[in-house]
């Protein structure tokens, strides 16, 4: 099992940046896929972005493409959510996860939200 913490949330202004990093530990986090997804109040958990194993390929909601960029340091057991150009519906609660069975997001992408480690959320606020 994989423990995972989120850091980096907080509040800024319409068009601001943050960076959002979540730092895993226990089992071996560079072999598996991982990703970003966010909850809106009264809204669903839905996609944000996501990681292969080694960073070479990422995925992204269109929501978000253009604006957040997601990648990984497995050296560092640590994978990072870039986020610019930040508008007030990007207010969520953001929650990283890591795959526990598959290296490659696309191979099976139901499996990150229905199967993944995640961790407990950082929240996010961006004011207009």
């Known amino acids: 099992q994989v423990q995972l913490v989120e850091s980096g949330g907080g509040l800024v202004q319409a068009g601001g940046s943050l960076r959002l990093s979540c730092a895993a530990s226990?089992?071996?986090?560079?072999?598996?896929?991982s990703g970003w997804f966010r909850q809106a109040p009264g809204k669903e958990r839905e996609f944000v972005a996501a990681?292969?194993?080694?960073?070479?390929?990422?995925y992204y909601a269109d929501s978000v493409k253009d604006r957040f960029t997601i990648s990984r340091d497995n050296a560092k057991n640590t994978l990072y959510l870039q986020m610019n150009s930040l508008k007030p519906e990007d207010t969520a609660v953001y929650f990283c996860?890591?795959?526990?069975?598959?290296?490659?997001?696309?191979?099976?992408?139901?499996?990150?939200?229905?199967?993944?480690?995640w961790g407990q959320g950082t929240q996010v606020t961006v004011s207009s």
């Open positions: 226990g089992r071996t986090f560079s072999r598996y896929a």
């Open positions: 990681i292969n194993w080694k960073g070479s390929s990422t």
């Open positions: 996860a890591v795959d526990r069975y598959y290296s490659e997001y696309n191979s099976h992408p139901g499996a990150l939200e229905k199967t993944g480690s």
